[in-house]
């Protein structure tokens, strides 16, 4: 069992920054990539980000790439979302996830555990 929770999230205008957190405990995380994902009103819950077992190998959206960077310390068992030049597109709630392997580029079918999400709110 791996329990993840996450915070950081808030209000902030466009063109500001954000860094969520993802706390993980329970199994051994260091063991799997780690995802993250986010759900806007409405809408499917979609694939932002993911990082491997080591932190070797990044993936991200193309909605956000050049603008979130993902990252962990194993060691604290944290993973990180730095999200900058935000855009009211990118408002939802974020949810960190695990893998269920040490690298994937697949959907959420391939991850086990959620956090509960932390709500990011972008004004225009």
């Known amino acids: 069992q791996l329990h993840l929770v996450e915070s950081g999230g808030g209000l902030v205008q466009a063109g500001d920054s954000l860094r969520l957190s993802c706390a993980a405990s329970?199994?051994?995380?260091?063991?799997?990539?780690m995802g993250w994902f986010r759900q806007a009103p409405g809408k499917e819950r979609e694939f932002v980000a993911v990082?491997?077992?080591?932190?070797?190998?990044?993936y991200y959206a193309d909605s956000v790439k050049g603008r979130f960077t993902i990252s962990r310390d194993n060691a604290k068992n944290m993973v990180y979302l730095q999200m900058n030049s935000l855009k009211p597109a990118d408002t939802a709630v974020y949810y960190c996830?695990?893998?269920?392997?040490?690298?994937?580029?697949?959907?959420?079918?391939?991850?086990?555990?959620w956090g509960q999400g932390t709500q990011v709110t972008v004004s225009s």
């Open positions: 996830a695990s893998a269920i392997t040490g690298w994937t580029q697949g959907g959420e079918g391939l991850y086990k555990y």
């Open positions: 990082i491997s077992w080591s932190g070797g190998s990044t």
């Open positions: 329970g199994r051994t995380f260091s063991s799997y990539a």
